[in-house]
């Protein structure tokens, strides 16, 4: 099973941008359809977005849509979310997940097996 360790979390203000970086190892990364979810304090985990095994097609909630990019870099075995213009309601333990296969039409936490530990992502007013 790959194992997926998050970085680069953080406290910022509204308005700027941060980058999280998930790296994977234990498993051949481009199996992997990847994606990022959070979990905000007393709310469900969320799906925020997914990218396919080559790279070339993504898929976001419509929370993110237009600030956040997801990216991969196969040759890293790493998976990328800048994330701009950050609101405060984007406050939350961000997920790296990993789902052996395709990239589902509608992804959602089902659909991922693999999960790394968080990193907290504080977005200050």
């Known amino acids: 099973q790959v194992r997926l360790v998050e970085s680069g979390g953080g406290l910022v203000q509204a308005g700027d941008s941060l980058r999280l970086s998930c790296a994977a190892s234990?498993?051949?990364?481009?199996?992997?359809?990847m994606g990022w979810f959070r979990q905000a304090p007393g709310k469900e985990r969320e799906f925020a977005t997914a990218?396919?095994?080559?790279?070339?097609?993504?898929y976001y909630a419509d929370s993110v849509k237009g600030r956040f990019t997801i990216s991969r870099d196969n040759a890293k075995n790493t998976v990328y979310l800048q994330m701009n213009s950050l609101k405060p309601e984007d406050t939350a333990v961000y997920y790296c997940?990993?789902?052996?296969?395709?990239?589902?039409?509608?992804?959602?936490?089902?659909?991922?097996?693999?999960w790394g530990q968080g990193t907290q992502v504080t977005v200050s007013s």
């Open positions: 234990g498993g051949i990364f481009t199996t992997y359809t």
């Open positions: 997940a990993a789902r052996w296969g395709a990239l589902p039409t509608t992804p959602e936490r089902s659909n991922f097996g693999s």
């Open positions: 990218i396919d095994r080559t790279g070339s097609s993504t």
